[in-house]
């Protein structure tokens, strides 16, 4: 199965939406749309407007290869999880997004950790939906994975400071 998630941002998404549901008109693959404020109704794809938490994250897990936005707390989450998302990034320039913060995150995201198949052209998310095994199979999801463990020891060394 492959999960696909929007955000819930107001500006629709409909390059993704349109290419995902051509897409899986054409492979023999479940697909499941979240939706988010897009008007277009799929019509290869299971999908809503919106999911809950519990929902998403068992989605999540069921899916082969989950297809985000590219807001960072969406494939940050799906990192967490253990797998490489496939995000393609709004454009401001086609109404997607009120400016390309997406593009530019992403950009500098992967930058740093190369734990993340960023898609720009919309024409090529088949090709990397065929290819995601192999595209993939020498990254590691952990790699970028929660910082709270770090935070956490950082602030007991500070409290231990404070009572010695």
């Not at 899986?24 to 109704?41: N, S």
Request: glycine fraction near 6%.
């Amino acid at each position: 199965m492959i999960f696909v998630t929007v955000g819930t941002h107001e500006q629709p998404f409909n390059r993704l939406v349109e290419y995902i549901d051509r897409w899986a008109g054409e492979h023999d693959e479940e697909v499941v749309i979240q939706l988010g404020f897009t008007r277009i109704e799929p019509k290869n794809c299971k999908w809503q407007p919106f999911y809950s938490h519990d929902d998403m994250i068992d989605m999540i897990r069921k899916a082969r290869v989950v297809v985000t936005h590219g807001g960072p707390c969406c494939y940050m989450e799906v990192l967490r999880m253990g797998k490489i998302p496939v995000v393609v990034p709004r454009n401001s320039k086609l109404g997607e997004h009120v400016d390309d913060h997406q593009i530019k995150i992403c950009h500098e995201y992967l930058k740093h950790y190369n734990n993340i198949l960023l898609v720009e052209d919309i024409d090529k998310l088949g090709d990397d939906l065929s290819s995601y095994d192999e595209l993939t199979g020498s990254m590691k999801a952990e790699e970028r994975m929660s910082n709270n463990p770090v935070f956490c020891e950082k602030m007991s060394g500070l409290i231990d400071q404070l009572f010695q």
